[in-house]
């Protein structure tokens, strides 16, 4: 594995069992690296499966109907990541990778406030006290931005608007100094303004902490300001993957030089 790679997915295959026992497949066999410290955009139409791809990579697809092709591999600092299991798993979810999703609500705990639950990951992870654990939480709340910090770490999660509690699960996200971000349409449900706000914050902190990201998204119009690579996908396929200028500007694949000139 080239030294400069975090990630490398090879051979990733997933099939989903139906309930009369057919499956269908998700992903057929994709391979793409993420490189250290840099933002790859995983780019494709809805259903395409870019959100299946970063579950089987932290191990959330359910197991009940979830089929893995054994040939498929994810290495992460050379470990598979798709044969970690207990105490290892945790500890890779919780430090290693990191995830925001596109609802924040979806994983913030409503009866908690948003300080406590930011508190509760860092007590969790990286063995702080409370007390402690709550003060770190109000400076991660303030380095991602949000007002007036120290009041709002005492609010519950439905007291802020939807971009504050992006916010917040990206404080959460960055707590443990993750070396990976998996950002899976994290601003789709924002408004357009706050969109640009929220990637140009996750642009600035992997700058900052130099970890790499992983942004999903469906919008090949986010991708050339925000993204370093672009890995383009169709029907569980790869169909072109290169550097933003090598695809922005050279497009070999007829899928993507069809995507670009559906851009606004
Ligand atoms: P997207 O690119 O929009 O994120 P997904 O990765 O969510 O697409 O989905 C890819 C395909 O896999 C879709 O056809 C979807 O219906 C199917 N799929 C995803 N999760 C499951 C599941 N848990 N059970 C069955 N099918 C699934
Ligand atoms: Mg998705």
Known sequence: ???????????????FRGEEGE????LKGINFDIPRNRTVALV?????GK???SMAIMQLLPARNTVIDPASQVTFEGRD???????????????DIAMIFQEPMSSLNPVFTVGDQIAETLMLHAGLGRRDAFKRAVALLTEVGLPDPEKRAKAYPHELSGGQQQRVMIAMAIAC???LLIADEPTTALDVTIQKQILQLLADLQKKHGMSVLFITHDLGLVGE????????????IREAGSVEQIFN???????KALLNCRP
């Not at 990541?81 to 430090?95: F, V, Y």
């Not at 050279?250 to 993507?256: E, H, L, R, S, V």
């Open 250 to 256: 050279a497009p070999a694949n007829p899928y993507t």
């Open 44 to 48: 494709g139409e809805s259903g395409s």
């Open 177 to 179: 100094e993750p070396k």
């Open 1 to 15: 594995m080239n030294q400069d790679t975090l990630l490398q997915v090879r051979n990733l295959k997933v099939s």
């Open 81 to 95: 990541l798709l044969a970690l299991e207990g105490a290892e798993l945790r500890k890779m979810r919780g430090k």
């Open 51 to 53: 959100s299946v791809t």
């Open 23 to 26: 499956l269908t497949e998700a």
């Open 226 to 237: 925000f993204a370093d690579d672009v890995v383009v996908m169709r029907h569980g396929e």
